[in-house]
Structures are given as structure tokens and as C-alpha cells.
């Protein structure tokens, strides 16, 4: 149940806009947006100009440039295009016609995808779905610059799959999936093994019908319930990173239960928490919890180092959705992994007995 304190619920018309933090996502249906981070290898993009006609942006760059309305709507989002030598980041603009419109569109390079004899933990497989419990860093899919090692390729190698060439998009090959992590999130993540349940599936993420839990340790002392409504989009200067108010925001919605806390020799606070995203924006979690000042153990984009571990402290530990066969609520869970316990444990925190049960 939801917080009904006013004072616990942190939303966009309760903080003033200059107080707002924008220099600080997991996504569910933005994967694309990840590929900065995840990709450094990305081939240095094609810059291409032309004098508009009169129409929306959306529509008359989609003409030009031969490819989807709704892939130019990403370009715009991403602030690839500009209007007159200006960053214009609204698809549905009016041209009047005579603009000259530069785009940045990246070479995207044909790419044959692998199967790879990876060990996975397998969580639950049947004739329609798989989940396995992820480790911190490996990626979901092949992106730009990544082209193995990661969960697809590993999933392709379990299938006994051939090799599968595939043209790049910008959202790279991902054959089944409905959602995904972050490189250095462990924890539940499951793939489709048809067409009809990677449908199935992702439209009950984007429906909302599946409950995602997250557990993490951050810097700070989270004393109560907390929800956090507020918007967040690409950062205007660092587009690694996300931000509160960012370029484009979206909205974005997380709950966060503290289970344990405590203050170290030196005075710093360190919580452990439980997580619960409404939404799926692109490391909203992380953004979320560095807005309230308590950013996640070990997160360098958006907190600091950390000699207890060595990624961020963040682990999707449970995942229910509808199964594309049954129907009936599927319910997942991938156990604290070694390296949070020990993180926790070393720093001085006790297990709470809610975790000390599962």
C-alpha cells in the first residue's frame, strides 16, 4: 500500500524546479537509450542536412530519411537533430518550411550474433519463457561495440541455436526480450521463447500487470516509506546519464521500504532497502534514490566508489508476471547475491530477518 504522508511522497509540484538535481535508469522498454553507457565502441555517427519542407519535424525527417516515424522520434529524444543549428527535442514541431535540419544518424554495421557456451543460473524455463538470475556485468543484449558475452548469446548457446545474422538497429539484436538490466544489476531476468509470449510478456510490462522488487544498499539513512513521482529524461550534457527533469522526461514512479539501517564508527548512515519501480525508465532506480540524496553503494554514475564492492549494490530480487500460456501469476526470485551480503555484513549492518527467511 501506497504512503499516505504527505511528507513521504516526493513528487514534481512539491519541490521547486531550482532545487530539482539534474545532474543525476532499469528499463523495461527503453533499451535503446543504454547504448552510451554500454556500447563504447559505437562507430562515430553520420551527420546529414537538408532544407525542410513545411510539416511536422517527425514526419517530414521520417520522409527524408527513409526510416520510421518512430525511429526519428528517438533521434529527436536522443537530441541528434537540429533545427536552424539548435538541439530541438520536440518530434511534433511545426516546420514552416526552409529550416535547414541536421541529424546524426550512427553506421550501424550488419553483425552475426553467436551462440556462446556461457553458465547461466536458471531460475525457471518451460516451453514459452526462461529466467535466469543475472550476474553484474553481463549485458542484456549485443549492442554497438558488445558483441558477446552477453545473455543472448549465452541464451543462444543453451538453445543449441545456430548462429543468427541480423541487420543492426539502434536498439542492437534482442531476440525475446521484454525487459532488461543494467550491466552491473544482478538479479531476475526473463526472456521469451516465442514471438507470441515475447508479445504477450512485454505488453504486460508496458500494461503494468507484472510487480518488479529490487533490493540495494545505499548511502543515507532511509527512515520511512518513501514515493518518489518525478519525471525523469536523458541529461542535457552527459548522455550516459539520466536525470530528474532531464531532455524529454517521462514519468516515472518508485517506492522504497527501508529494512535495515545503521551508523558506522565514522557517522556515516548506510540502509538497506527494498525497492519497488512502477514504471521503467532507464536507470530510474539509481536516479530516484541520488535525488533523495542517498544514491546506491558503489554507483560511479551517480554516486561514488565504494571499497565494500565493486558495482552497485542493486539486485532485482523478485519479478512476478502473467504467463503467456496460463495466464496464472508467475512468480520469481534470484536470492541476495555473495557480494551485497558481504558488502552489508562488512560494513557492519546486521541481515534483517525478512531476508534471513527467503
Not at 545456430?162 to 526473463?190: F, N, Q
Amino acid at each position: 500500500m501506497m504512503s499516505s504522508s504527505e511528507n513521504d511522497r516526493i513528487t514534481q509540484a512539491a519541490i521547486p524546479p531550482a532545487t530539482l538535481e539534474s545532474a543525476t535508469p532499469e528499463s523495461d522498454h527503453e533499451l535503446s537509450e543504454l547504448l552510451l553507457e554500454e556500447s563504447p565502441d559505437v562507430v562515430a555517427p553520420i551527420t546529414n542536412a537538408f532544407i525542410a519542407p513545411a510539416g511536422r519535424l517527425d514526419q517530414v525527417l521520417a520522409a527524408q530519411s527513409g526510416v520510421t516515424r518512430s525511429q526519428v522520434q528517438h533521434w529527436i529524444e536522443a537530441g541528434r537533430v537540429q533545427v536552424d543549428g539548435k538541439v530541438n527535442q520536440k518530434a511534433g514541431q511545426k516546420l514552416k518550411g526552409g529550416e535547414t535540419v541536421d541529424f546524426q544518424v550512427p553506421e550501424l554495421p550488419s553483425l552475426e550474433v553467436l551462440a556462446e557456451n556461457v553458465p547461466l543460473n536458471v531460475i525457471f524455463e518451460d516451453e514459452y519463457l526462461i529466467a535466469v538470475d543475472k550476474p553484474p556485468g553481463m549485458i542484456t543484449h549485443p549492442a554497438p561495440g558488445v558483441y558477446t558475452g552477453t545473455l543472448i548469446n549465452a541464451l543462444l548457446g543453451r538453445l543449441s541455436a545456430e548462429s543468427v545474422a541480423m541487420p543492426w538497429s539502434e536498439e542492437g539484436y534482442r531476440p525475446g526480450v521484454v525487459h532488461r538490466l543494467d550491466k552491473e544489476t544482478s538479479g531476475v531476468i526473463v526472456v521469451a521463447k516465442t514471438v507470441k509470449a515475447q508479445a504477450y510478456v512485454s505488453n504486460a510490462f508496458k500494461e503494468r500487470k507484472t510487480k518488479k522488487v529490487y533490493l540495494a544498499i545505499v548511502n543515507g539513512h532511509l527512515d520511512r516509506v518513501r514515493e518518489i513521482d518525478l519525471p525523469i529524461g536523458r541529461h542535457p550534457q552527459q548522455k550516459h546519464r539520466m536525470a530528474v527533469n532531464g531532455s524529454a522526461p517521462r514519468e516515472a514512479m518508485t517506492q522504497v521500504y527501508p529494512l535495515a539501517h545503521f551508523r558506522d564508527a565514522m557517522g556515516r548512515h548506510y540502509s538497506l532497502i527494498e525497492c519497488h519501480p512502477f514504471t521503467g525508465r532507464t536507470h530510474q532506480i539509481r536516479v530516484h534514490l541520488a535525488h533523495l540524496k542517498m544514491p546506491i553503494l558503489g554507483d560511479i554514475t551517480y554516486g561514488r566508489e565504494s571499497a565494500a564492492i565493486s558495482r552497485q549494490a542493486l539486485h532485482a530480487w523478485k519479478l512476478e508476471i502473467p504467463h503467456p500460456d496460463t495466464e496464472e501469476t508467475l512468480k520469481l526470485e534470484a536470492p541476495l547475491p555473495g557480494d551485497i551480503l558481504q558488502a552489508w555484513l562488512a560494513l557492519g549492518g546486521v541481515l534483517p530477518a525478512k531476508l534471513l527467511e527467503g
